[in-house]
């Protein structure tokens, strides 16, 4: 069973009562870039120290949640992001070309921690559960091209605690992976120059697809289930565009039931346990769980899950925020009379998310 995070809905009120006011717009003030840093080598290694003897990592539902759970406990602060956001860039990051311990190593669809380049080790969650990996191994080359970032320092006083001088790699699968490279096996994922990514198809729109890590031949339950979390917090983005056309299921709870697979296609039957459905008009109605049906597909990579085309199935956790900031954008200009009833709808569907039980 897969619960989605909540943690975004106890802040999310501060978001919908805020000033209704232009100079909103600006978060944060800008940081002085005289005082920005890259992490170093040695808290990157303290980092995954941490990483590894962590006890919570078990309840992230997803990769990009056991990121991000791993480098807030650490004092490395950011946003959440999910892995699709984080391959194209956020502003807590640096591209870089050659990885260090504790540097992000990224695909689209999925984000770890490296651990020791010269080993091409990386820490992630998979379907199994958190588990390292070597990132020149024969799947994880049929995934593409990684890009490495690092974290940026913007906190004169953060430090973190030298590791200690033995770290031990837990759980490293028994698979056949390439031969061994040497310490500077990076260059061959050298991510040096900024991509064009408005060559990338998916940058700039809601993801459709997810590779699923299917360890097993086929994917199993767990697989599914942690490729959908990561999947459907990759939509959420969609509430940020004026021009959307699918109506959204604001999601609690995704629950696969039963998995299919025949040849190189299969579905994944989903309980989705949602209240709300969202139109593209930003009025919203009341819903009812339901079965919903995920189509797989196997390619020459592995097998695909495919999000469906009629709806949008986006966590409540991270729908509520966007609506917040949706709500006070509208609300900073006068507001013309054809987008009144959006501003009163999004009122009352913050104020029944808010105060469910």
């Not at 005289?34 to 992490?39: G, H």
């Not at 990684?146 to 940026?152: A, D, E, K, L, N």
């Not at 009025?283 to 709806?311: F, I, N, S, Y």
């Amino acid at each position: 069973m897969l619960r989605l995070p909540t943690a975004a809905l106890g802040i999310a009120f501060s978001f919908a009562t805020i000033n209704m006011s232009a100079n909103d717009r600006a978060v944060r003030p800008p940081v002085d870039q005289s005082e920005e840093r890259l992490l170093t080598r040695d808290e990157g290694t303290a980092l995954v120290s941490r990483a590894l003897e962590n006890p919570e990592v078990n309840r992230a539902p997803d990769c990009s949640h056991l990121v991000y759970q791993l480098l807030t406990s650490a004092g490395l602060a950011y946003p959440y992001a999910t892995s699709f956001q984080i391959f194209r860039g956020i502003p807590n990051f640096r591209r870089v070309s050659h990885a260090q311990p504790g540097d992000l190593i990224v695909w689209p669809g999925h984000v770890g921690l490296v651990v020791e380049p010269a080993q091409n080790k990386f820490f992630s969650r998979t379907g199994s559960g958190p588990r390292t990996d070597e990132y020149t191994s024969d799947y994880w080359r049929t995934r593409g091209r990684p890009r490495f970032y690092r974290y940026i320092v913007t906190d004169p006083a953060l430090h973190l605690t030298e590791p200690p001088t033995n770290v031990t790699i837990a759980n490293t699968p028994t698979t056949v992976s390439e031969p061994e490279h040497s310490s500077d096996s990076s260059d061959e994922f050298d991510a040096a120059a900024p991509a064009d990514l408005s060559a990338t198809p998916w940058v700039n729109a809601i993801p459709e697809s997810i590779q699923i890590l299917a360890e097993r031949g086929k994917p199993a339950q767990e697989d599914v289930e942690e490729g959908l979390s990561e999947l459907a917090n990759g939509s959420a983005s969609a509430l940020e565009t004026q021009s959307r056309r699918l109506s959204v299921m604001l999601v609690r709870e995704l629950r696969v039931e039963k998995i299919q697979t025949k040849g190189a296609r299969g579905w994944a039957d989903v309980h989705v346990e949602s209240r709300v459905e969202l139109s593209p008009d930003l009025t919203w109605k009341r819903a009812r769980p339901q079965r919903v049906r995920w189509e797989l597909r196997r390619d020459h990579e592995g097998w695909l899950l495919l999000a469906p085309k009629d709806r949008l199935y986006i966590p409540q956790s991270a729908a509520v925020p966007l609506l917040a900031k949706q709500l006070s954008t509208l609300s900073a200009a006068p507001v013309p009379a054809t987008r009144q009833r959006q501003l009163g709808s999004l009122a009352s569907l913050l104020n029944f998310l808010l105060n469910e039980n």
